[in-house]
């Protein structure tokens, strides 16, 4: 079993950075794929970014790429997600998850969750 938190949210004007972590508990954090998604209000939660269990393949949403970057140090048992130039469509809660194949975009396929971070983008 993995838990997982989240943290690194917070309040930042369009055009910021923020940098999102996850912290994995156990030792099998290796194992699992990994994933962030976000939920804004009134919206079904969305598929983010992927990266695979040894971190050399990624994956990004056509909305991020270019400005989000995810990776991982197995050595700390953490998943970062590196978000660059935001705007305020990127306000969501966001949210990381384990999964053991890599490259799924539905969040019903993850098998474990963290309780999530805010992020807000302000205009």
């Known amino acids: 079993q993995v838990q997982l938190v989240e943290s690194g949210g917070g309040l930042v004007q369009a055009g910021g950075s923020l940098r999102l972590s996850c912290a994995a508990s156990g030792r099998t954090f290796s194992r699992y794929a990994m994933g962030w998604f976000r939920q804004a209000p009134g919206k079904e939660r969305e598929f983010v970014a992927a990266i695979s269990r040894s971190g050399i393949t990624t994956y990004y949403a056509d909305s991020v790429k270019g400005r989000f970057t995810i990776s991982r140090d197995n050595a700390k048992n953490t998943v970062y997600l590196q978000m660059n130039s935001l705007k305020p469509e990127d306000t969501a809660i966001y949210y990381c998850?384990?999964?053991?194949?890599?490259?799924?975009?539905?969040?019903?396929?993850?098998?474990?969750w963290g309780q999530g971070t805010q992020v807000t983008v302000s205009s």
């Open positions: 998850a384990a999964d053991l194949i890599f490259g799924r975009v539905a969040a019903s396929e993850y098998d474990y």
